[in-house]
Nanobody
Framework: VQLQASGGGLVQAGGSLRLSCAAS????????MGWFRQAPGKEREFVAA????????FYANSVKGRFMISRDNAKNTVALQMNTLKPDDTAVYYC?????????????????WGQGTQVTVSS
């Protein structure tokens, strides 16, 4: 499966952005999907993940209550709605997919990665 992330941009603190991940090659319903991010000089970190059906979601503590992951298997897309953005949310955001049925927070579990989309939050 090929993944294409989009929707990043520059936003002021407190604002919102919606990231989208479009899948091609195979239907996204075959995969657990995740979002990760990497800020300059930092390790890649888990943001959110969603089960194949969409019935189970996990979030990093730092984004819980502000971000929401969702999926539309009919449209072969996964989204990350980001609200109340903070400067600490500034990073390149990546969508990822895994063949595993486990909804994992570990990046090593994910087999396929998109190219990333930059999110910059100004203070």
């Amino acid at each position: 499966v090929q993944l294409q992330a989009s929707g990043g941009g520059l936003v002021q603190a407190g604002g919102s952005l919606r990231l989208s991940c479009a899948a091609s090659g195979r239907t996204v319903s075959n995969y657990v999907m995740g979002w990760f991010r990497q800020a300059p000089g930092k390790e890649r970190e888990f943001v959110a993940a969603i089960s194949r059906s969409g019935g189970t979601t996990f979030y990093a503590n730092s984004v819980k209550g502000r971000f929401m992951i969702s999926r539309d298997n009919a449209k072969n897309t996964v989204a990350l709605q980001m609200n109340t953005l903070k400067p600490d949310d500034t990073a390149v955001y990546y969508c990822a997919a895994t063949d595993s049925i486990v909804v994992s927070r570990s990046g090593t579990t994910y087999d396929y990665w998109g190219q990333g989309t930059q999110v910059t939050v100004s203070s």
